[in-house]
Structures are given as C-alpha cells and as structure tokens.
C-alpha cells in the first residue's frame, strides 16, 4: 500500500470463518445463497468415506476417500474435525484450509455447534458466526416440518437444538435467520466479515 | 424477543461509537455523510464557551455555554473530554451521552486523537474507529490543499498526523476514506456497526 512504515498499517489477513448454529437453523441454505451470490471465498469441502453417488463430483461435492485413507488422516492429525454419520466418516482435511488461507482466501466452512467448538480449540483467532432462528418456536417448527423423522427422533432432536443454543457464548456473533428474509442473513454475514477485515488486531489462524 | 430464556440470546445494547483519525482523513465529511443518511444514531453536539455566530443554532451546530458554566463541568467531572481551542473551550458533557444510550440509541461522536484515547480510558468498551487516507501523500495533499497555513503549520500538523497514526494501535478498527469513494466508507463504517450488534458478547458503556 505504502513504503513508508508510519503509514502501512493495514494487512488484510485472511479469514477462518466457521458458519454454525443448532439444527434447523438453516446453516445450509445460508452457505448456499453464498455461494451462489459469487463471494470470493473458498467453501471447503469435506471428505467422506461414503460411496459417491451418480449426481455428485468428487472435489466439488465431498472428497471420497477410502476408509483406509480416512483412517490415515486421523492418526497423523490431519483433520481439523470429523464425525461419524450413519457409519461413514465425514471429515475437514488441515491441508485444504491450510492452502485457501496462504493463498489469501478466507475459508467458509459449515459444521454443527460441536465441530465448531472443536475448531475454536484448534484455531483460537477463527471467526465463528451462529446462526439461529428469530425464537424457539421457530425452531421447532422448522425441525417438525422436516417431517423425515418419527416423534422420538424428533423430540431428541429438539432437546438438542435447545442444548445447542446455550452454546452461543463460545461463538463471535449471532445471526438471526428467518424463513423470508435469507438475503439479509447473507447481507449480515458480508458485512461482519467485511468489518472483521478492517479490525486493527487481525485474526491470526494458524493449523 | 422471546419468553423462553433458553432461546433469549440476543440484547441488542446501544454503542457508543467514536470516529477519530489524524488531521486531514476526512472525519468531519464522513459524520455529515452519516448525518445525511438518516441514519438513526445520536450524534454528540458539543460544548464550547465561544459566541454563537449569526447562522449557527445553540443545541444543534453547538451547546453554547459560559465560562462559568464550563467551568462547573470540568470541576464536577461533567466532561468526556474536553480541550482547549483558539482560547476557547471545547467538550462532550458525559449527561448528554448518557441520555442518549439510555434511551436505546447508538451514539456517534468524532474527536481527535489524544480525545478518543480518553474516551477509552473513561469507556472501556466505546468502539473506536480510526479513519485515514490510504497512504500518507494522500494525507499530506489533502493537509496542503487546506491553503489555511503557513508552511511551518503545515509542517507541524504533518508531522502531528504522523505521530497520530502511530495510536491506531489503540483503536478497534482501521477504515480508508479515498477521496473519491467516500460513500463507501459509510457504507463500511455501517457494516462495523451492524456487525457489532450482533456481537455474543456486547460492548456496555458506562459513563
């Protein structure tokens, strides 16, 4: 910007930004609207050892690996998170983070609130927005329409959405996502992590 | 928002918002923009002990007040910060701010330098936004177009905004007013303040 030091005081450092909130919230369906608005990020992909299906593309979609391969990355610690999902492995390799971040890429990923307390462990300076719906019955109503579980399922779920929600204190910023007005949500999100971009104490992660 | 106090996350609580920046960034063009935007903050008016001039109006451009009265506020702690200008007093009564946040609305002030280094001092978790040229010609150019000096004014007052933005440090975030795009650093200044309220952990001010 500068070469004189007394002036060259702003490093745009990039960003580690994990898009979290309970069940139901509509963490999806935000990532998507950024992806389709063309923001210059980089969405991680996950890699699972599922079997890819017809429609899917392998980089695009998951990274399918083998479960000797997921078995590797585990032992030599090279995933930030991963978790078991009706008995396949699904997983954020370090590497793929690690290269976004040193091409000066901020990194956008989507994991439920424990994965993202993980990720604060891992990577103190990430910057983590929870997303959630305006109030509780909300929330209920959009875990009930889902309408792809039976009542046990569903009450289980609700009882963790609301043990969820008392996990926002480990989180940056809070997010209200309401059926109708997504494009808000998307707009708060730009703008927080515009904001960020201009703090005098840059977030620093390393992996 | 909501009666059930697990889902109750979010107390938008009002900012006390503070632009500064070294002589010459444009802080005085930047608040008028603000102020022409509608946009629904209490902007500060401040004290002074000068005479009020035919066109200006006390309580709007200036609460014009007697030395006596000045007086008062300095000696009963009154006074956010205050300073000495052409021989004239200048301050914040801390009254008015307090009045202001306590009715809900963000408030807006623009002091120099050294005054928002008080303002931190006396209000821990005041946001503090630091405004500058992009690079120190653009700030030395605009110093000289002022044409109000002479040469070993200009010299100090460039020297002093050298010295002012080695304090960024000090300040919560860094924003760039060009010349030319000047509404964009409204619009950033906005995005700042939009994300800060929806912080997990609020900034509380009190004065």
Known sequence: MNSDPDFDIYHPTPLLIVISGPSGAGKDTVVQLMKERGLPFHFVV???????????????????VSKEEFARMIEQNELIEYA????DYKGIPKSQVR???????????????????TVRKLAGD??????TTENGEELERRLRERRTETLDELALRIATARKELKRVEAFDYVVFNCDDRQDETVDLIEAIINAEHHRVKPRKVTL
């Open 84 to 87: 078991i999902v009706y008995g």
């Open 99 to 117: 290269e976004a971040l040193a091409s000066g890429k901020d990194v956008v990923m989507r994991v439920d609130v424990q994965g993202a307390e």
């Open 46 to 64: 996950t890699a699972t050892t599922r079997p890819k299906r017809p429609n899917e593309i392998n980089g695009k979609d998951y990274f399918f």
């Open 126 to 131: 990430a910057l983590l927005i929870f997303i």
